[in-house]
């Protein structure tokens, strides 16, 4: 099984700066199968990106994913307000794992 | 709009089995697959299984194998998942989550969370 490491657990951030999210696997994600999600309180989980950098549709082009192999980044140029949640990185690639998540707070 | 809408808490007991229910708007059920996963208190997020609504095939995480069992009613356009023998470590928000692949699936759509608490 994959296991993905997301740091750091914790950002804390003003509007308006960049956020930038690390994935870690402990094995190469074959093709890149990495998508990116976002969580608020109560609400249903919000799909950002997939293959690892395909912005998902009316997702915000302030919203970017990169990465290869076993290193995966998802970075919010300039946070907006409802930005603030937490963001999880899921591989599936090989069978589906995913991120313990990291949470952007406001500063 | 596309939208996942989960039944209401559970409380149930050791043992006992919880059926959550999802019902699918917005599109035709049998055009996508249906995930389940699910998020245990302080814990990160567990893939269980996909359904396949138009063949109604069946994959289950190897994890939850002989004890989950999801369905779909294509009349309704509702997908159900049913887990059984259940213990306090599966107190958790249990999400469906719509897909367009069967291998290397990611989630386009999410319901809202159903919380299933088990406790004596």
């Known amino acids: 099984e994959i296991v993905l490491t997301q740091s750091p657990v914790t950002l804390s951030l003003s509007p308006g700066e960049r956020a930038t999210f690390s994935c870690g696997a402990s094995q190469s994600v074959s093709s890149n199968y990495v998508a990116w999600y976002q969580h608020k309180p109560g609400l249903a989980p919000r799909l950002l990106i997939y293959?690892?950098?395909t912005r998902a549709t009316g997702i915000p082009d302030r919203f970017s994913g990169s990465g290869s192999g076993t290193d995966f980044t998802l970075t919010i140029s300039k946070l907006e307000p409802e930005d603030y949640a937490v963001y999880y990185c899921?591989?599936?690639?090989?069978?589906?794992?995913f991120g313990g998540g990291t949470k952007v707070e406001i500063k | 709009q596309v939208q996942l809408v989960q039944s209401g808490a559970e409380v149930k007991k050791p043992g006992a089995s919880v059926k959550v229910s999802c019902k699918a708007s917005?599109?035709?059920?049998?055009?996508?697959?249906m995930n389940w996963v699910r998020q245990a208190p302080g814990q990160g997020l567990e893939w269980m299984g996909i359904?396949?609504?138009?063949?109604?095939?069946?994959n289950y995480a190897q994890k939850f194998q002989g004890r989950v069992t999801v369905t779909r009613d294509t009349s309704t356009s509702t997908v159900y998942m049913e887990l059984s023998s259940l213990t306090s470590e599966d107190t958790a928000v249990y999400y469906c989550?719509?897909?367009?692949?069967?291998?290397?699936?990611?989630?386009?759509?999410w319901g809202q969370g159903t919380l299933v608490t088990v406790s004596s």
């Open positions: 917005g599109y035709s059920l049998i055009s996508y697959y």
């Open positions: 989550a719509r897909s367009k692949r069967w291998l290397h699936p990611y989630f386009d759509y």
């Open positions: 359904i396949d609504p138009n063949a109604d095939r069946t």
């Open positions: 293959d690892a950098s």
């Open positions: 899921h591989q599936y690639g090989s069978s589906l794992t």
